[in-house]
């Protein structure tokens, strides 16, 4: 069975890089361009969850550092790692304070993605 990565990220052409880079790699990538996705976490099971910090379609004041936070904090979601990914200066601060367990500056190397990836998920094999 393939590795589940959850992909939430506004920025279509983002998202579909990532999607693409990630299955290239066996994953099983279920992608969204908001965070009402996470309605439905019961029914996806995501080994990984990547989480943009900005996110325009969200309809809160809530950002993916917020996101992230509540997610860690509730124990049904608390043991899905989750990667924070952002073009701010300060992501790894936004990660620490959403309690991420990794952060993906924009703009970032696809191997870059792929190696955090592979640190918070079975690599599947080849």
């Known amino acids: 069975m393939a590795t589940k990565i959850l992909v939430i990220e506004d920025e279509k052409d983002i998202r579909d890089t990532i999607t693409y880079a990630l299955e290239e790699y066996q994953y099983e990538v279920v992608s969204s361009e908001d965070a009402g996705i996470l309605k439905l976490l019961d029914e996806i099971k995501p080994d990984l969850i990547m989480l943009d910090?900005?996110?325009?379609?969200?309809?809160?004041?809530?950002?993916?550092?917020?996101?992230?936070?509540?997610?860690?904090?509730?124990?049904?979601?608390?043991?899905?790692?989750?990667?924070?990914?952002?073009?701010?200066?300060?992501?790894?601060?936004?990660?620490?304070?959403?309690?991420?367990?990794?952060?993906?500056?924009?703009p970032f190397d696809l191997t870059d993605l792929v190696d955090i990836v592979n640190r918070f998920a079975a690599p599947p094999v080849r």
């Open 53 to 106: 910090n900005w996110l325009t379609e969200w309809t809160s004041d809530a950002n993916g550092q917020q996101i992230s936070r509540e997610l860690k904090n509730d124990p049904k979601t608390a043991h899905i790692p989750i990667i924070l990914i952002s073009a701010m200066s300060n992501v790894k601060e936004l990660a620490t304070a959403g309690q991420a367990d990794a952060y993906l500056q924009k």
